[in-house]
């Protein structure tokens, strides 16, 4: 069982820089496959990026490739998510979510980001990053 707590959100500026963390309990943390996924009022989960167990892969929306940076501390049982150069199309709740398998691992190598969203087992609740114009 893993429980994930999301924090860093608040309102940025358009331009503007935010950290999001999301910490993890449970000693198996370090064999997940962990994601961000984002929900805008009125529209449906999308995926953001996501990182390898082991941080060697890593994977990124192509709207927020160039601009946010996901990594992990395996040690702290944490990953972050780094968000730089913010749009006001930024604006949504992030979720932090950890899954872990084979299957995961091929679907995001594949990019095919809607069916690795079934994958990830644990989600977080969520923190709300809000960017003004």
């Known amino acids: 069982q893993v429980q994930l707590v999301e924090s860093g959100g608040g309102l940025v500026q358009a331009g503007g820089s935010l950290r999001l963390s999301c910490a993890a309990s449970?000693?198996?943390?370090?064999?997940?496959?962990m994601g961000w996924f984002r929900q805008a009022p009125g529209k449906e989960r999308e995926f953001v990026a996501a990182?390898?167990?082991?941080?060697?892969?890593?994977y990124y929306a192509d709207s927020v490739k160039g601009r946010f940076t996901i990594s992990r501390d395996n040690a702290k049982n944490t990953v972050y998510l780094q968000l730089d150069n913010l749009k006001p199309e930024d604006t949504a709740v992030y979720y932090c979510a950890g899954g872990r398998g084979e299957e995961l691992n091929v679907l995001l190598h594949l990019r095919l980001w809607m069916l690795a969203d079934a994958q990830f087992d644990y989600w977080g609740q969520g923190t709300l990053v809000t960017v003004s114009a």
């Open positions: 449970g000693r198996t943390f370090s064999s997940y496959a």
């Open positions: 990182i390898s167990w082991s941080g060697d892969n890593t």
